[in-house]
């Protein structure tokens, strides 16, 4: 069973900080992407960032550029999206995703396997 499941949101001030986790299981192929997205309420879902397999190709949207950083760890199962100077307009559902084979797509529709997503709340 494909399992995403995503950690780390939660209350915090403008200016605050989070590190979300996304901890992927169960994916049948080992060369997969993953993709962070967001969805605030009435709007669309929206990629953040994603990281490719082997970690050397990253994106970001330009909203998040230069206060947002994705990583993974060295088993590349968990991926970690740090996010620094965070805005009320970043209040969402974080979601993970995983694309199978491993470039990035920032199209909702690349991404196979989802996780349950995470509240991010920054207050003003």
């Known amino acids: 069973e494909v399992q995403l499941v995503e950690s780390g949101g939660g209350l915090v001030q403008t200016g605050g900080s989070l590190r979300l986790s996304c901890t992927a299981s169960?994916?049948?192929?080992?060369?997969?992407?993953i993709g962070w997205f967001r969805q605030a309420p009435s709007k669309e879902r929206e990629v953040i960032s994603c990281?490719?397999?082997?970690?050397?190709?990253?994106y970001y949207v330009d909203s998040v550029k230069d206060r947002f950083t994705i990583s993974s760890d060295n088993a590349k199962t968990t991926v970690y999206l740090q996010m620094n100077s965070l805005k009320p307009e970043d209040t969402a559902v974080y979601y993970c995703?995983?694309?199978?084979?491993?470039?990035?797509?920032?199209?909702?529709?690349?991404?196979?396997?989802w996780g349950q997503g995470t509240q991010v709340t920054v207050s003003s």
């Open positions: 169960g994916i049948p192929h080992a060369d997969y992407a």
């Open positions: 990281i490719s397999n082997n970690g050397r190709h990253s």
């Open positions: 995703a995983a694309k199978i084979t491993g470039a990035t797509s920032v199209s909702v529709g690349m991404y196979a396997y």
